[in-house]
């Protein structure tokens, strides 16, 4: 698998950040750690077999096998107890983790339906959350064999001291940001 994005990192993105927020050192520079894919499952207690369908899936799109996740605590008013499996999640790193944001930012996002972007808000502390409608718009999934549609979070993880730093980082990374223009000014 070719590593596109991290040689594009380290060759362009890397020296242009280091020169725009007068960074001397590489390893203070913005970078990003790790991508944790997350997908809460609706109808999970009613249905078990929706989470290990879940988590088929997504071992698909991620090419690691995901956690489980269950409840912490139980809920009367979702008949929910405790240690029941409700979603699952996994974390991708090193050459996975480029890989994956190389094929969600010049793959899935654009077969988005409608898509005209993705919404700049950061977390405060240069993180970014992406929400999918459903799994099928990567190109691992066979339509044909979706049980049910399944929304998911992306959450790019970076070492940015500030959401600008993040939000410079993502932008040099391609990430299609629609509200903000290319030096983060609305």
Known sequence: MTQRLKEQY???ILPTLKERFSIGNDLAAPR???????????????NKARVESAAKNMSQIAGQKPTIR?????IAGFKLREGMPIGC???LRRERMWEFADRLISVVLPRIRDFRGV???LDGRGNYTLGLGE???????DFDQIEFPQGMDVTFVTS???DEQGYALLRQMGMPFIDKDADGNK
């Open 119 to 121: 919404k700049s808000k």
């Open 89 to 91: 999640a996994v974390t």
């Open 10 to 12: 380290n060759k362009e």
């Open 32 to 46: 990003l750690l790790k991508i944790v894919i997350n997908m809460g499952v609706n109808g999970a207690v009613e």
């Open 160 to 162: 940015a001291l500030s």
């Open 70 to 74: 269950n409840a912490k605590q139980a």
């Open 135 to 141: 799994q099928s718009v990567f190109p691992e999934i």
